[in-house]
């Protein structure tokens, strides 16, 4: 399942993402696509992926994420309010406050301790950790460098094929491509 929320700056796409996010973690949705509060939501950020466009949002997110799980399961020291999500969350899992509490507490738990797969990431970081994963497939080494400045790449780019036509090896395409560039 594919969510994408697109808003203007100021609009509530953390807190929203956030709440989506938190409600993946700790329900199921089934067949008729109504939500169920899972029995256990340990492991079940597993299977969760969020994806921003900057740093900022992302550690933004991430923080909102663990401190709504804190303050809905009680464990959040000093906090007398209620989670804004609580409500919804119940509302949407169909659930008493105390079930929400019980799921929120096993899955911050789950999350903490096993965090490297807490995947709230860049859109950028996301498609490098693929191209990275099957470097192979794509056939590019493993240590390649990412470069955002489209001007040195084509710069770049251009004097790798004038190097490649001068100094490599004749072909037909080869050929083709001086002829084209030459006329």
């Not at 989670?83 to 738990?109: Q, V």
């Amino acid at each position: 399942m594919i969510n994408i929320y697109k808003a203007s700056a100021g609009s509530g796409k953390t807190f929203t993402l956030a709440r989506e996010y938190i409600k993946l973690l700790l329900g199921r949705k089934d067949e008729s696509g109504r939500y169920h509060l899972r029995k256990s939501a340990s492991g079940s950020h597993r299977s969760v992926l969020a994806i921003t466009f900057t740093n900022k949002a992302t550690e933004e997110m991430k923080i909102r994420i663990i401190h709504e799980l804190a303050v809905i399961a009680g464990l959040e020291k000093g906090w007398t309010k209620t989670s804004p999500y609580e409500g919804d969350l119940c509302a949407a899992f169909r659930c008493t406050s105390e079930d929400l509490k019980a799921a929120a507490a096993t899955a911050l738990r789950s999350l903490l301790y096993d965090f490297n797969f807490f995947s709230v990431s860049t859109i950028d970081s996301f498609f490098q950790l693929i191209l990275r994963s099957f470097a192979r497939e794509a056939e590019v080494s493993g240590n390649y460098e990412l470069e955002l400045d489209d001007k040195g790449v084509i710069g770049m780019s251009v004097d790798k094929l004038l190097q490649d036509l001068n100094h490599g090896e004749q072909t037909a395409r080869t050929n083709y491509l001086i002829n084209w560039l030459s006329s």
